[in-house]
Each structure stands twice: as C-alpha cells, then as structure tokens.
C-alpha cells in the first residue's frame, strides 16, 4: 500500500532506539524525508544515512533551545513540517505514594510541556497547507494504568487529554491527531523494566519476561517493526478520517475496547 507521504516531511523525535527509530524507519521506507533526532548525534546520522531521504539531528528536546533547534534543522533541510511523531523516553519506574511534587513537574515538563512547544509550532502551517499529520507514541497505561509507572503513567494522560482536545479543534483543516499507545514491545526500555522488576521481586530476567508473555493474548512480545507499520499508517493519507483516537498496538493485552 502507498500511504501518500512520498516527499512529506517528517520529524520523529527521540528516533535514536527503540519505537521512535522503528517509526522513523518506516516513514523513511515509505518515501517521506525523515529528521531523525535524539541526544546521541552520532547515532542519529548513522540511522539517517541508512535511510533514502535523511537529516540526523543532535538535540535534548528537555533544553529551552530544544525543540526551536530540531524544528529549525527540519525547516531548513526539507522545508515546513508535515508529520510530527512526539516521543521521548519514559519518566523513571515508581509508584505513586513515592512520588513528590517535583517529580510530577518532571513528568509534566518532559511529556507534555515539550510535546505542547512541538505541536504549536509547526500547527500554523499545517492548517495553513490543510495537510497535517501529529502522532504521540504514548503507552497503554493510558488506558490502564502501569503497576510502579506512577510518573509516566501521570505525563503520558495529561498528553493524551490535550491531544484529544486539540484535535478537535484542528480536524476541519486537514490536520489529524492521535496517540499510538504501545504494549510490551521488544525494545532496550521494556528490557530495562523487566531487569528492574527482576531485581525488585528476585527473580531472573527470564522468568519475568516469560510471565509477561504468558500475560499477552499474542504470547510474545511485539517486534519494533510492528510498531513503526502501524504508526507509518496513522501518518499517512488514508488515514485521513483517523483522529482523536488512541490505537493500541499491544497483542491484545489491554483488556478493554
């Protein structure tokens, strides 16, 4: 399937590893001109060189000159903004009695006071062409809250309820919004989680992982490819009817609708 995005222009954020390289991936397998972005450079270029129309861009979207300097780089190198992927890494594993107030602010800061920086400004243009495409890679716990992911649990539904409002308001003008929220997906992040719950409950990795396995209708976890598939669709044209909508991609281990 051609999803239309052929010489749009794409930024995924935080696309060094993990969900947001899978995803840059495949927006770069269907033609867009990608700008891979996260704090390590090196990697960065290296991802963009494998892929046929590429920037890799060195940024910590957490600095004030953060998201202004990735945005820039984008515009200069391909033009205005088609398609946002907000991404970023996961606040730290918690529960919530533990958590403080400054803890919450981080979470606030890093999962939605940056996200909201992003979408304000490359939304003017995409209203202005009536052509635009905004994804956040969320989590299921959004739905359903995480055990001991208190903070992110917290930043990523903040996240989710702006996004919802917004597109709303932005839908009439060619613009979609949506959030793919991912399960347990074989990336360096979910291996971290289950090293730490291994530590914490004393039991090897590997019993772990199979136990969460066995949890999932799939038995298994998902592969970053399956991911990237899927959210190279939400941004493409036929997905146009698509919006204010959060996606699982989870094997079916959510169990609601």
């Keep these: 399937m051609d999803l239309g995005i052929g010489g749009r222009t794409a930024v995924v954020c935080a696309s060094t590893s993990g969900l947001g390289e899978a995803v840059a991936r495949a927006l770069g397998a269907e033609g867009a001109n990608v700008v891979v972005s996260g704090r390590r450079g090196d990697r960065a270029k290296a991802i963009a060189a494998e892929l046929p129309s590429a920037l890799g861009v060195e940024v910590d979207l957490a600095a004030p000159d953060g998201p202004d300097a990735l945005l820039a780089a984008a515009t200069d190198a391909f033009g205005e903004v088609d398609i946002l992927v907000l991404n970023g890494p996961g606040p730290r594993p918690g529960t919530a009695a533990s958590a403080t107030a400054g803890d919450i602010a981080g979470a606030v800061r890093t999962l939605v006071l940056v996200q909201q920086r992003l979408v304000a400004a490359v939304l003017p243009g995409m209203r202005r062409r009536g052509w635009g495409r905004i994804l956040a890679v969320g989590s299921s716990g959004v739905q359903a809250p995480i055990p001991n992911l208190a903070l992110s649990n917290t930043g990523r ?22 959030m793919l929220l991912p399960g347990r997906i074989a990336t360096d992040r979910l291996a971290a989680l289950d090293a ?16 969460a396995q066995a949890g999932i209708p799939a038995r298994r976890y998902g592969r970053p490819e399956e991911f990237g598939a899927v959210a190279a669709f939400l941004c493409g044209s036929q997905a146009s009817y698509v919006t204010g909508t959060a996606l699982r991609c989870d094997g079916g281990l959510v169990g609601v609708l």
């Design 196 to 211: 730490a719950t291994a530590e914490r409950e004393r039991r090897s990795v590997d019993v772990v992982a199979a136990d």
């Design 157 to 178: 539904a903040a996240l989710a309820g702006y996004l919802k409002t917004l597109s709303a308001e932005v839908a009439a003008d060619g613009v979609t919004v949506n």
